[in-house]
């Protein structure tokens, strides 16, 4: 049992060097994780989406040049050969396209949807980062409490067993403590193998095994959300949360192409221009070279095009009352979201301090209960109980510890406020491990 939790432990600790806080560990995350590389490249092509609109109201040109060998047989001209050679410029200028100026404000509002998109993205690898940093942390507490608890049974243990051997105490209490001890062995092995889990969980953000991490100290300042309003939280999310910009955007694109195929029935008005330039080109058996320069207006008007254009129109109509639809449970998602953070913090506060109360009481029981047992008042089963209860009080307060930094994370981040420099405070907490 030993030399297996030497070999995990190795396993665990071997590629640890130096010791990185949580900001460190952000930065090799934004430069390994693959879903934010994803959703950069998502924006480079959403980004694309503004000069294609554009294109839509400017002008358009094309060159046409070809060189044809003709062979003709003729009864009245018998034989010809020529090349005939041709070249042209033609030049289009909308002037009025209800279709292409709707399509470019759909642009824009998907450039706004690709940033939206972005910056969540951004958002959420904060949070997963943070998420991951704190879930090794915790694994790492648990284990030293598993191995302070396993201590403390050993010590127990081991009287119980002299106790026996005087007469002092009955077999039933060197049983009890030997269950104890057995019981902490595999959740030993079993922190061991979560605090793998963990640190590949961490792996899969930043690319690399992670190194030594900064551990949470005893600088942790408590505080109530600023505000301390849910209601005025609730207001900034639907203001600067990026999920609802993108789907707001959404909206506004949907709403767009319903005009966009209305447009279908509106008529069409161009700037035209061409110069052609005609070498031997065959008339009656002569060749000729002609030069043609053609400028002008050229109207469009659509008539019947087989309900072809309702339908789409309905069919828009239709996507335009579910991007509505989706607009409003996104929003109220956010604002549940925003709740959630927000109890999430105050609550923690909470727990926090009535878990650090609770530790205190705790310690107090034990020393009472060890006082006990040295009287003769008290079992060893009692003693195993308080230190177990000591502990699991320690591994509370580190989890609710952890937790109220997250609500806080999570808070600004429904809020769409969350930043780096949110990670820097956080930083201020930690303590290096080398």
Do not use: C
């Amino acid at each position: 049992m030993k030399q297996l939790s030497l070999a995990l432990i190795g396993i665990g600790f071997s590629h640890l060097a130096f010791s990185a806080n949580l900001s460190d560990i952000y930065h090799q995350a934004q430069n390994s994780d693959a879903a934010f590389a994803s959703a950069r490249a998502a924006y480079r092509a959403g980004v694309e989406k503004l000069p294609q609109g554009r294109a839509g109201l400017l002008p358009q040109a094309s060159l046409n040049a070809n060189a044809l060998n003709n062979d003709t047989h003729s009864s009245l001209f018998g034989n010809m050969n020529y090349t005939f050679r041709s070249a042209a410029v033609t030049v289009t200028q909308p002037i009025y396209r209800k279709q292409n100026w709707e399509q470019y404000e759909q642009a824009k509002q998907q450039v706004s949807a690709a940033e939206a998109q972005l910056a969540s993205s951004a958002q959420d690898l904060i949070l997963r980062t943070a998420q991951a940093y704190f879930d090794v942390l915790q694994s790492q507490d648990n284990i030293n409490f598993v191995r302070a608890q396993k201590a403390a049974i050993g010590e127990q243990l081991a009287q119980a067993k002299r106790n026996f051997e005087v007469g002092t105490a009955t077999i039933t209490d060197s049983n009890e403590a030997q269950a104890r001890s057995d019981l902490a062995n595999a959740q030993e092995i079993a922190a061991l193998n979560d605090l793998q889990i963990k640190q590949r969980a961490l792996q899969r953000i930043i690319g690399t095994m992670p190194p030594k991490l900064d551990a949470l100290g005893d600088k942790l300042q408590l505080a109530p959300p600023n505000p301390a309003n849910m209601d005025v939280w609730i207001a900034r999310a639907e203001l600067g949360s990026p999920v609802l910009k993108a789907q707001l955007a959404g909206y506004e694109i949907a709403r767009r192409e319903v005009e966009r195929n209305r447009a279908g029935h509106y008529p069409t008005l161009d700037a035209v221009a061409s110069y052609a330039d005609n070498r031997n080109q065959n008339f009656g058996g002569f060749q000729v070279n002609t030069k043609n320069a053609v400028i002008g207006v050229e109207f469009n008007l659509p008539l019947y095009q087989g309900g072809l254009v309702g339908s789409r129109v309905r069919e828009a109509v239709a996507n335009q009352d579910k991007a509505r639809a989706d607009l409003e449970d996104a929003r109220r998602q956010v604002d549940l979201n925003t709740s959630q953070a927000y109890l999430g913090v105050t609550s923690g506060e909470a727990q926090v301090k009535a878990l650090e109360q609770a530790l205190i009481s705790s310690q107090t029981s034990l020393d009472s209960t060890r006082l006990g047992f040295e009287v003769g008042v008290r079992t060893t089963v009692d003693v195993l109980n308080a230190q177990q209860q000591l502990y699991s009080a320690k591994r509370d307060l580190a989890a609710a510890r952890y937790n109220y930094i997250l609500s806080s994370l999570r808070l600004k981040a429904a809020a769409g406020t969350l930043s780096e420099m949110d990670l820097g405070e956080v930083d201020k907490w930690l303590v290096s491990n080398n």
